[in-house]
Nanobody, 123 residues
Framework: QLVESGGGLVQAGNFLRLSCAASGILLGGYAVGWFRQDSGKGREFVAAINLSSSNTNYADSVKGRFTISRGDAGNTVYLQMDSLKPRDTAIYYC??????????????????WGQGTQVTVAT
């Protein structure tokens, strides 16, 4: 399973660091993605990382503000979120890519999902 943590309530302009910890499943050899979903909206791609090459992919809306990285042990992925904006408010989910490690932005290409962590950015 995947377990997210690190969400919370912050003022606009501040930062948060989300963690995604894997247990019982392997992340090595796959890509791991972060998606977010606000109430009444669809699931939106945020970022993805290839755990082998550390290549990354970001949504245009977060480029330059968010950084995805992997932990040294290979079973944790982080999302550093800087310069947060109210429109970043959502539940953030981490997920493992199906079958391979390409950095897809399509949520249907991912299988294991965490329970999500709420991020709320106040004005």
């Amino acid at each position: 399973q995947l377990v997210e943590s690190g969400g919370g309530l912050v003022q606009a302009g501040n930062f948060l660091r989300l963690s995604c910890a894997a247990s019982g499943i392997l992340l090595g050899g796959y890509a791991v993605g972060w998606f977010r979903q606000d109430s009444g909206k669809g699931r939106e791609f945020v970022a993805a990382i290839n755990l082998s090459s550390s290549n990354t992919n970001y949504a245009d809306s977060v480029k330059g503000r968010f950084t995805i990285s992997r932990g040294d042990a290979g079973n944790t992925v982080y999302l550093q979120m800087d310069s947060l904006k109210p429109r970043d408010t959502a539940i953030y989910y981490c997920t493992r890519r199906k079958y391979n490690s390409d950095l897809s932005a399509n949520y249907s290409n991912y299988d294991y999902w965490g329970q999500g962590t709420q991020v709320t950015v106040a004005t």
